[in-house]
């Protein structure tokens, strides 16, 4: 519960990692006490800047700004959602990094003092600081950048004592260069593509872990086999700006499962999707022996999954499968705003999923 409570809190992670010798952005690691404080800070550390809020998580409580007005908005918003959603309406302020690549290490600890680390995923496809599209591995990061993460990443769960499955999430820029974001003291949405690419079951090790067993696997026998991408299914419409969708699924048939495909989900056909829980419907994973494999089968996949009475954001999936850009691995958290500035439209469809 300690480390969870520690973890939690932004600004008191952010502590703890630098004095566990872990990259952080560079800030201000005190909550702020007014717009004045956060003006001033923002042309000491340099605009742009990130207002965050110290207890968020899941995009709410975020703000960038790049100028002091942006900085007087973006504090008062990021202090009253932070409010509103945590409970706790401090803020603090970092320097934000241009281009970046949001990418975590996976960690496994038990209660023997042993720690590994299970690769990396890339989540830089996000929309509104909410992930849309993760895989493992990363294609961006090379063998010694992964080694360095992953060093920092038990660095700061032994300080912290942290036992379990858990994630150490970066910021990375163009250079490779990484600093910590924060930690989540727990199983995360996106755990099966790490799953896909190292044959671990990572929940049964949580479970093996809390029974007071000790790890097994050596650092030197975690190995990277494939490549596996996650998409979210969401009850949105896409075409409407992501508007969330309610009511009932009337049909709903996802694609078969095999080596290639798994599908996570938790509603059925004839079930109900309501307005008070989170709209993610399913995580549809695919594997392949390489990246273009793995996108080659969620294409496929998604082109079967068949989902009526809401509106979902299959669509948007496909459209992001058959940009160059992704493709290419040129990600960045900025990808969905800068290739659908205007929105999202039929046009933005690979050529053979246009609607005629």
Request: with cysteine.
């Amino acid at each position: 519960p300690a480390s969870i409570r520690k973890m939690g809190d932004k600004i008191e992670a952010k502590k703890i990692a630098l004095d566990a010798g872990v990259q952080c952005v560079p800030g201000f690691n005190e909550p702020l006490e007014d717009y004045s404080q956060a003006k001033l800070l923002a042309k000491e550390i340099g605009y742009p800047v990130m207002l965050k809020a110290s207890a968020g998580g899941g995009g709410k409580g975020m703000r960038i700004a790049r100028n002091d007005a942006e900085c007087r908005e973006g504090f008062e918003r990021a202090t009253s959602e932070a409010k509103s959603s945590f409970g706790d309406d401090r803020v603090f302020i970092e320097k934000y990094v241009d281009q970046p690549r949001h990418i975590e290490i996976q960690v496994l600890a038990d209660k023997h003092g042993n720690y590994i680390y299970v690769g990396e995923r890339e989540c830089s496809i996000q929309r509104r600081h909410q992930k849309v599209i993760e895989e493992a591995p990363s294609p961006f990061l090379d063998e010694k950048t992964r080694k360095a993460m992953g060093k920092q990443a038990i660095a700061l769960a032994k300080a912290v004592n942290y036992i379990s499955a858990g994630t150490v999430e970066f910021i990375v820029d163009s250079k490779r260069n990484f600093y910590f974001l924060e930690m989540n003291t727990r199983l995360q949405v996106e755990h099966p593509v790490t799953e896909l690419v190292t044959g671990l079951d990572l929940v049964e090790w949580m479970i093996r872990i809390a029974d007071n067993e000790k790890l097994t696997i050596k650092q030197t026998q975690v190995k990277l086999d494939g490549w596996a991408i996650e998409s979210r299914i969401y009850a949105e419409d896409p075409y409407r700006n992501f508007l969330p969708s309610i009511g009932r699924l009337v049909s709903y048939r996802p694609p078969g499962e095999s080596k290639h495909v798994r599908v996570d989900t938790g509603v059925h056909e004839g079930g109900e999707i309501s307005m008070f829980y989170d709209p993610m419907v399913a995580k549809l994973c695919t594997w392949g022996r390489n990246r273009k494999q793995a996108i080659g089968h969620m294409r496929n996949a998604l082109d079967r999954y068949y989902i009526r009475g809401i509106n979902h954001n299959i669509p948007f999936l496909a459209s992001v499968m058959g940009k160059k850009r992704f493709i290419d691995g040129a990600l960045t958290t900025n990808f969905i705003a800068e290739e659908y500035s205007e929105g999202f439209s039929d046009k933005d469809l690979p050529a053979n999923n246009r609607m005629t």
